[in-house]
Nanobody, 124 residues
Framework: QVQLVESGGGLVQAGGSLGLSCAAS????????MGWFRQVPGKEREFVAA????????YYADSVKGRFTISRDNARNTVYLQMNSLKHEDTAVYYC?????????????????WGQGTQVTVSS
């Protein structure tokens, strides 16, 4: 069982920046593929970004490419999402997710564990 705890959400003005963190349990964090998704009420959960195990490749949704950066610190069992040039349409609950098998399929088709989410609100 892997537990994921997000932090760092809040209210920010359009054009501003916000950083999210996700702390994960488990002794083999470096072998997890980590990701971020977001969801707006009434809509499906949307992929945002992913980072391969051991901090290799990254992958982004087109809507955030060039504005968001995903990174990880394997020593701290933590994955980050730095969000810059925020837009009102980035408002959502952001979820951290983990895939515990570091396989070759990239980006992953599915994830195994999810955090409870953190609210990000961007005022226009």
């Amino acid at each position: 069982q892997v537990q994921l705890v997000e932090s760092g959400g809040g209210l920010v003005q359009a054009g501003g920046s916000l950083g999210l963190s996700c702390a994960a349990s488990g002794r083999t964090f470096s072998s997890y593929i980590m990701g971020w998704f977001r969801q707006v009420p009434g809509k499906e959960r949307e992929f945002v970004a992913a980072i391969y195990c051991r901090g290799g490749a990254t992958y982004y949704a087109d809507s955030v490419k060039g504005r968001f950066t995903i990174s990880r610190d394997n020593a701290r069992n933590t994955v980050y999402l730095q969000m810059n040039s925020l837009k009102h349409e980035d408002t959502a609950v952001y979820y951290c997710t983990a895939r515990i098998v570091c396989d070759s399929r990239w980006p992953p088709a599915s994830y195994d564990y999810w955090g409870q989410g953190t609210q990000v609100t961007v005022s226009s």
